[in-house]
């Protein structure tokens, strides 16, 4: 069954340091999606990416923040200067259609440490 | 503005028990409304979701959740837990007037099963 694959499973890095998290979405999937999970918190919408560019973006998802699918398989979550309290779990998600109960697949996450 | 409310943090039930879920929901109409697990080191599953029509829903692994308008819930039940079941469990809304498919999910509720 295909699935959702994030890279790396774990990083850890310093205030300041820019982090590249990395999603490869199910192949014939056209909706791509990352949420986060802060320790004790819960899942918080981040942002959504349809057609090449962002379709909704959460008060979360600011500067700071930004999303590409630079080679067509690939879907990148990239932190430009990490803050303490970007530490979390970040969830990629993918969906074959648009909203409306369609439903989204996850992967695994991958767990973000700032120090 | 929507929001989901799991009341149960923690629930600690008995192999071969029943168990019940809860999930709230606060939604100007009817949403779309999902059950996801997630077991140690996996993405989120979905088990089950709603999207209109039988207010009872059947998902995988023997789950079924039940949608009452009238009380504003979406409780996940299965009539005899497996030690297999031992995981997080997510409820989630989906906002029907978004293009974009964004869920809102609740705190989560973790099960610990018991032999």
């Known amino acids: 069954e295909p699935e959702v694959t994030q890279t790396p499973s774990h990083q850890v890095t310093q205030m300041g340091q820019e982090v590249i998290l990395r999603c490869v979405p199910i192949?014939?999937?056209?909706?791509f999606y990352w949420y986060r999970q802060i320790l004790g918190q819960k899942v918080e919408f981040l942002v959504s990416f349809y057609n090449n560019e962002i379709s909704e973006k959460s008060e979360i998802f600011d500067d700071q923040f930004s999303v590409e699918r630079p080679d067509g398989s690939n879907f990148t979550l990239k932190i430009r200067s990490t803050k303490l309290e970007d530490s979390a779990m970040y969830f990629c998600a993918s969906g074959a259609e648009r909203g409306r109960g369609e439903t989204q697949y996850f992967g695994p996450g991958t767990r973000l440490l700032v120090l | 503005a929507q929001s989901v409310t799991q009341p149960d943090i923690h629930i600690t039930v008995s192999e071969g028990a029943s168990l019940e879920l809860r999930c709230n929901y606060s939604?100007?109409?009817?949403?779309?409304l999902f059950w996801y697990v997630q077991s140690p080191g996996q993405g989120l599953q979905l088990l089950l979701k709603y999207f209109s029509g039988d207010t009872l829903v059947q998902g995988i692994k023997g789950f079924e959740a039940e949608f009452k308008r009238s009380q504003s819930s979406f409780n996940l039940r299965k009539p005899s837990v497996h030690w297999s079941d031992a995981a997080e469990y997510f409820c989630?809304?989906?906002?029907?007037?978004?293009?974009?498919?964004?869920?809102?999910f609740g705190q989560g509720t973790t099960l610990q099963v018991k032999p």
């Open positions: 939604y100007g109409a009817t949403p779309y």
């Open positions: 192949s014939n999937h056209l909706y």
């Open positions: 989630a809304v989906g906002d029907r007037s978004s293009n974009t498919g964004k869920l809102i």
